[in-house]
């Protein structure tokens, strides 16, 4: 089962701001860095932010992330329409030895 | 470009074995590691381990140890994910995707498209 937990849900209008929080504890999010990933409806999940705050390359800068302690979150400003999807945060665990997922975040553009 | 192409959608009986495929290009890829993750129907990402295919060096999750067999043909630039008897719960869409680095932080980009499992009577 999932150990980083996130909210199941988030909705907002049209530009928006929207936050999703990532509860880890000290062998995840709390030694390692968080990489966010959104899957929209039928395709595979995409990398959205990496190393806590970074955007790769085609990222609109609506999308930040940020971490403290043993948790982060992700904000979407300026919500859109096209923002309707799933989010994960995910992490390293060196507890586990491997890779944890949060649990899912579906947003949803009212 | 960097890209996963996996094999396409399988249909199976329970007690049957599988084997599918993710192929590598755009990079070298004896250099990146290799990871799986499940995905149930209408349920969140699981990670199911990961295979370096330089040397095939593999670590499971605990959750799918001795569940999933992962290997690697660097001469083609294919990564496996192998079951030898299939279950009706392994029906799921399965993901490779390519670990990135930047010193001690890693993430997974670029993500296959996806390989439909089904295990059906």
């Known amino acids: 089962q999932s150990v980083l937990t996130q909210p199941p849900s988030a909705s907002g209008t049209p530009g928006q701001r929207v936050t999703i929080s990532c509860s880890g504890s000290?062998?995840?999010?709390?030694?390692?860095?968080v990489n966010w990933y959104h899957q929209l409806p039928g395709t595979a999940p995409k990398l959205l932010i990496y190393?806590?705050?970074q955007r790769p390359s085609g990222v609109p800068d609506r999308f930040s992330g940020s971490k403290s302690g043993t948790s982060a979150s992700l904000a979407i400003s300026g919500l859109q329409s096209e923002d309707e999807a799933d989010f994960y945060c995910a992490a390293w665990d060196d507890s586990l030895n491997g890779y944890v997922f949060g649990t899912g975040t579906k947003v949803t553009v009212l | 470009e960097v890209q996963l192409v996996q094999s396409g959608a399988e249909v199976k009986k329970p007690g049957e074995s599988l084997k599918i495929s993710c192929k590598g290009s755009?990079?070298?890829?004896?250099?990146?590691?290799i990871a799986w993750v499940r995905q149930m129907p209408g349920k969140g990402l699981e990670w199911m381990g990961i295979?370096?295919?330089?040397?095939?060096?593999?670590r499971y999750s605990p959750s799918f140890l001795g569940q999933v067999i992962m290997s690697a043909d660097k001469s083609i630039s294919t990564a496996y994910l192998q079951w030898n008897s299939l279950k009706a719960s392994d029906t799921a869409m399965y993901y490779c995707?390519?670990?990135?680095?930047?010193?001690?932080?890693?993430?997974?980009?670029?993500w296959g498209q996806g390989t439909l499992v089904t295990v059906s009577s």
């Open positions: 190393s806590n705050n």
């Open positions: 000290s062998s995840n999010i709390g030694s390692n860095t």
């Open positions: 295979i370096y295919p330089g040397d095939s060096d593999t």
């Open positions: 755009g990079y070298s890829f004896t250099s990146s590691w």
């Open positions: 995707a390519r670990r990135d680095s930047s010193g001690n932080q890693s993430w997974f980009d670029p």
